[in-house]
């Protein structure tokens, strides 16, 4: 897992990096195969944003969230991306269950 962090009007701090990167690390038993996340954390006065982008293989899954301050932002915005990647396997799991049923109309 690829971790890009940049910020927008704010400067990201080590502090901050570290942060994010140790938040993310949780994701790691939700993905399968490498990915690529990319996080925007944006000063919008007076409210902190946080924005990541997680590349999958053949999807793009998309979360934001808004925090009194930057650190609540980046905790909201992990549990979000949680969220997002629970759901994307769930689909994935009903998708392969779905190709080994057969469907065949009612039989008289």
Same mark, same amino acid.
């Given at each position: 897992?690829?971790?890009?962090?940049?910020?927008?009007? /704010?400067?990201?701090?080590?502090?901050?990096?570290?942060?994010?990167?140790?938040?993310?690390?949780?994701? *790691?038993?939700?993905? *399968?195969?490498?990915?690529? /996340?990319?996080?925007?954390l944006?000063?919008?006065?007076?409210?902190?944003?946080?924005?990541?982008t997680?590349?999958?293989?053949?999807?793009?899954?998309?979360?934001?969230?808004?925090?009194? *301050?930057m650190?609540?932002? /980046?905790? !909201?915005?992990?549990?979000?991306?949680?969220?997002?990647?629970?759901?994307?396997?769930?689909?994935?799991?009903?998708?392969?269950?779905?190709?080994? !049923?057969?469907?065949?109309?009612?039989? *008289?």
């Amino acid at each position: 897992m690829q971790i890009e962090i940049y910020g927008q009007q /704010i400067e990201v701090t080590p502090a901050l990096r570290s942060y994010v990167e140790t938040r993310f690390e949780r994701l *790691d038993r939700r993905i *399968d195969k490498d990915c690529e /996340i990319r996080v925007q954390l944006a000063l919008e006065k007076p409210s902190h944003k946080a924005i990541a982008t997680v590349n999958l293989s053949g999807r793009t899954l998309h979360g934001d969230a808004v925090g009194q *301050d930057m650190y609540a932002a /980046i905790d !909201l915005l992990v549990d979000k991306v949680d969220r997002l990647l629970v759901k994307h396997k769930e689909k994935l799991t009903e998708q392969r269950r779905g190709d080994g !049923l057969s469907r065949s109309g009612p039989s *008289d």
